[in-house]
């Protein structure tokens, strides 16, 4: 399995990007792609994740109404679209695949990482 994550980048305060994670190697019908994101001196934090199928999502309560993720079958993509940025969403963001059915905030449930993209939001 490869996870190839981009669209990082520098921006100011109320800005949006989108963060995309195109998947290879293996079916992803049924499982879970998650977002984390790790800030400087923090630890590692769950921030959204979906089910490849069913398209349910979950998100960290700090993201709920700013950021958006989604999935393009086709293309096995799943984006995180990022709005409203603020300083405090600077961190490096991590895609993940699950190996199970539902979807999770434990990052021990998702043993596939992509490589991280850098979002850094100044004031």
């Known amino acids: 399995v490869q996870l190839q994550a981009s669209g990082g980048g520098p921006v100011q305060a109320g800005d949006s990007l989108r963060l995309s994670c195109a998947a290879s190697?293996?079916?992803?019908?049924?499982?879970?792609m998650g977002w984390f994101r790790q800030g400087p001196g923090k630890e590692r934090e769950f921030v959204a994740a979906?089910?490849?199928?069913?398209?349910?999502?979950l998100y960290e309560d700090s993201v709920k109404g700013r950021f958006t993720i989604s999935r393009d079958s086709a293309k096995n993509t799943v984006y995180l679209q990022l709005n409203n940025l603020t300083p405090e969403d600077t961190a490096v963001y991590y895609c993940?695949?699950?190996?199970?059915?539902?979807?999770?905030?434990?990052?021990?449930?998702?043993?596939?990482w992509g490589q991280g993209t850098q979002v850094t939001v100044s004031s």
């Open positions: 993940a695949l699950s190996n199970v059915v539902v979807i999770s905030a434990d990052p021990n449930l998702y043993p596939y």
């Open positions: 979906c089910n490849w199928s069913s398209g349910r999502t």
């Open positions: 190697g293996r079916t992803f019908s049924g499982y879970a």
